[in-house]
């Protein structure tokens, strides 16, 4: 078993954990009920923490975790559709000419 990622929101804790067991890597989430104790005990001591129960998939669930949380400049990244080469803003997962779905989701 190996620590992956720690964050302050279990929510967030909760969504990542998903996806790595969408993708067939086992895990689990400790200090998820800890953020209560905040105050009491420093607060990064209490952020959820996923741990990864197989070593060997420790590197591809770094590989989605870095993917997940990578920041994007919604403002600037746009996308072309594939069915009607039409450019579309990034925040829109349809693209508005054609209805056609965004090719990454």
Same mark, same amino acid.
């Given at each position: 078993m190996q620590k992956l990622y720690c964050c302050e929101n279990p929510?967030?804790?909760?969504?990542?954990? *998903?996806?790595?067991? &969408? &993708?067939?890597?086992? $895990?689990?989430i400790r200090n998820e009920s800890l953020h209560a104790t905040a105050g009491e005990v420093p607060p990064i001591l209490a952020w959820p923490e996923i741990w990864v129960n197989d070593s060997a998939q420790f590197e591809k669930?770094?590989?989605?975790? *870095?993917?997940a949380t990578r920041e994007r400049n919604s403002s600037t990244e746009e996308w072309r559709c594939n069915n009607c080469n039409e450019v &579309?803003?990034?925040?829109?997962?349809?693209?508005?000419? $054609?209805?056609?779905?965004? &090719?990454?989701y």
């Open positions: 929510l967030t804790a909760r969504h990542l954990k *998903n996806i790595l067991e &969408n &993708n067939g890597i086992s $895990c689990l669930a770094e590989l989605l975790i *870095n993917e &579309n803003e990034r925040q829109f997962a349809i693209c508005w000419k $054609c209805s056609e779905m965004r &090719n990454e």
